[in-house]
């Protein structure tokens, strides 16, 4: 098992893939299992503290700092977070290199640190693979960063992968018209209008879920119908 400060140097020196790069394969995002997995166990306590990472953050590095001293938690979504029963701990696969990540992952750190209840852990995409293979996109793409939820017992209780709803939406109806690239340009401007709002939100319903006894994966609206027409 890689020590957290052997994790943080590798953050620096590893190759950054685009988020955008993955190669698309059949299948859609996984449900939960629910159940206790040492791997999982095992690659949570492999992984290093959002700080740490912050730290060791090589590309990207600017807008990590930006986003991080500018994140905020919508004071109604850190209400309900707070008053969840339980401990839950959050298990990230990211990159420094990544658009989406360090888009989301800021946010989802400010949650973290603002309530007693939950912890969170990075791993880089190397390491994470066997839960971003088994917690894909709606159109079957491992991608970073992928969120999952483990509870007290460590099983695997929820998931939130790559990028909220609404960008999610906007980027597989590029895709299906050929209007990806278009997309990638556009992304950052509506992630800057969203500030990190829509992920708050989004990962606080799945930790409510949790909660409730009712894990559930949100990757996103579901792929087009390839004969769909687009828009």
């Not at 040492?38 to 700092?65: H, I, P």
């Not at 298990?91 to 360090?102: F, H, K």
């Not at 509870?151 to 790559?162: L, P, Q, T, Y």
Request: glycine letters at 6%; aromatic letters at 4%.
């Amino acid at each position: 098992m890689l020590l957290p400060f052997v994790v943080a140097t590798l953050a620096a020196v590893a190759p950054l893939p685009s988020c955008e790069s993955v190669t698309s394969v059949a299948g859609a995002s996984s449900s939960p299992t629910a159940a206790v997995d040492s791997t999982l166990n095992a690659l949570y306590a492999s992984g290093v503290e959002y700080r740490t990472f912050l730290a060791n953050a090589v590309a990207r590095k600017a807008q990590w700092v930006k986003n991080t001293d500018a994140s905020l938690v919508p004071a109604d979504m850190l209400a309900v977070a707070q008053a969840l029963p339980g401990r839950w701990r959050i298990l990230v696969s990211a990159i420094d290199g990544c658009s989406d990540s360090v888009n989301t992952v800021p946010y989802i750190a400010r949650l973290v640190e603002l309530v007693p209840s939950l912890e969170m852990r990075i791993v880089l995409p190397d390491a994470g693979k066997p839960i971003m293979e088994s917690h894909r996109t709606p159109d079957g793409r491992p991608a970073t960063p992928t969120v999952v939820i483990l509870d007290e017992a460590g099983r695997d209780v929820g998931c939130w992968v790559e990028r909220p709803a609404f960008l999610q939406s906007r980027a597989i109806a590029a895709r299906a018209a050929g209007l990806i690239d278009q997309f990638a340009r556009e992304k950052q401007s509506m992630y800057d209008g969203d500030a990190g709002a829509s992920t708050v939100r989004e990962v606080v319903a799945v930790l409510q879920a949790a909660a409730a006894g009712k894990p559930r994966c949100d990757a996103g609206p579901a792929p087009l119908p390839s004969d769909a027409p687009s828009r």
